[in-house]
């Protein structure tokens, strides 16, 4: 089964606007972490932004801000006035358990900004 | 520098050969984790290595790959009489295994190697 899901095709986004990446996990482990993660054309896979399980905030890191919704098991991203070079293929993954530090990742969202 | 590093960053190799791709993680992380990405099958980990521990090698798709840590930093993960099928980005990533916080334990990438089996 997948355990993370990205199912958005394509996305054009004008500059300065918002766009939200939508993401769901499956997983039975109460202890989990959800992570965001940027890959633009160079290939690189960047960190953007962290949501654990137990976290009673939605998480924040500049523009990025997370939408975690636990009982819907949805992590959305969202980026706040979208640059162009937000430009990129975007990764949600998921951790689960105490043990287990491997990260199972969703297919991608493309992101494309436009002036 | 302060990132993982990788090399070579492209290899191109015939059908057949042993390939060695090398990975340094960041300076007093603790984990490392190979990772290849191919357009069939999107991230799909390979191995983690932690401390001393055994390594966890469950994500290897054939006893052809193989990866060792020397050291407890740099890795090599070497793949034997390569396949066409092989051909993929293989990204290395490290982390601190500091559970919690605002970033918990984030695995940084590095930039990956492009291996092309002729």
């Known amino acids: 089964a997948q355990k993370i899901t990205q199912t958005q095709p394509g996305m054009f986004v004008q500059e300065k606007e918002a766009v939200t990446l939508d993401c769901t996990y499956d997983?039975?482990?109460?202890?989990?972490?959800l992570f965001w993660y940027k890959q633009p054309s160079s290939g690189e896979m960047i960190f953007l932004i962290y949501q654990g399980s137990y976290d009673q905030q939605n998480a924040t890191e500049g523009r990025y801000s997370l939408n975690f919704q636990k009982a819907r098991k949805s992590a959305n991203l969202v980026i706040s006035a979208s640059q162009l070079g937000d430009s990129a293929m975007y990764f949600c993954?998921?951790?689960?358990?105490?043990?287990?530090?491997?990260?199972?990742f969703g297919k991608g969202n493309q992101v494309v900004v436009i002036p | 520098g302060a990132g993982v590093s990788q090399s070579p960053s492209n290899k191109v190799t015939e059908k057949g050969k042993d390939v060695e791709l090398r990975c340094d993680p960041i300076?007093?992380?603790?984990?490392l984790y190979w990772y290849r990405q191919s357009l069939g099958q999107g991230l799909e980990f390979l191995i983690y290595?932690?401390?001393?521990?055994?390594?966890?090698k469950s994500g290897l798709p054939s006893d052809r790959f193989s990866a060792e840590r020397t050291g407890g930093s740099v890795s090599t993960l070497t793949i034997q009489r390569t396949q066409q099928e092989d051909s993929a980005v293989y990204l290395c990533?490290?982390?601190?295994?500091?559970?919690?916080?605002?970033?918990?334990?984030?695995?940084?990438f590095g930039p990956g190697t492009r291996l092309t089996v002729l």
């Open positions: 997983t039975s482990d109460p202890s989990y972490g």
């Open positions: 990533a490290s982390s601190s295994e500091i559970r919690g916080g605002r970033r918990g334990d984030t695995q940084y």
């Open positions: 290595f932690q401390g001393n521990s055994a390594p966890d």
């Open positions: 300076s007093g992380h603790t984990a």
């Open positions: 993954a998921m951790r689960e358990g105490r043990g287990n530090n491997r990260l199972a």
